[in-house]
């Protein structure tokens, strides 16, 4: 798959090309394709952060920017299709750890390594709810 535009910046950027893996089990902190609910004609990489009783809430990396849960709400599991695995351009970058590596990743002394968590496609936000 292609990003267009910038709402997963600083994570995606426009241009970049993903693997995705349909079907894919989806946690919290996945970046994962979906079906927009509202234009189901249209797929969105967003970052799940959290389950709700009507689906997965999905927001956008770049929170100056809507178009994500805060806009429609919980997007039902049938419309989450994959999760993202490996940007393959322009520099190839794993967005999957595997829950072990994430939490090894955040923790000290890995947690203190200037970058070394979002080489691994770990993001920490300040507040979920943003």
């Not at 426009?14 to 989806?26: L, M, Q």
């Not at 004609?41 to 809507?66: E, M, Y």
């Amino acid at each position: 798959m292609d990003v267009s535009g910038p709402s997963m910046v600083p994570t995606l950027y426009h241009g970049d090309r993903v693997v995705v893996r349909y079907g894919a089990k989806v946690r919290p902190g996945a970046v994962v394709l979906a079906r927009h609910p509202l234009r189901q004609d249209l797929l969105v990489v967003k970052r799940v952060t959290g389950r709700r009783p009507k689906g997965w809430w999905l927001l956008s990396d770049n929170q100056f920017l809507g178009n994500d849960s805060r806009e429609y709400g919980a997007v039902p599991a049938e419309l989450v299709l994959g999760r993202v695995l490996l940007r393959l351009r322009p520099d190839p970058v794993w967005l999957a750890p595997a829950g072990w590596l994430e939490r090894l990743l955040c923790c000290w002394p890995l947690g203190r390594v200037p970058g070394l968590a979002a080489r691994f496609g770990v993001v920490r936000r300040l507040s979920p709810e943003l």
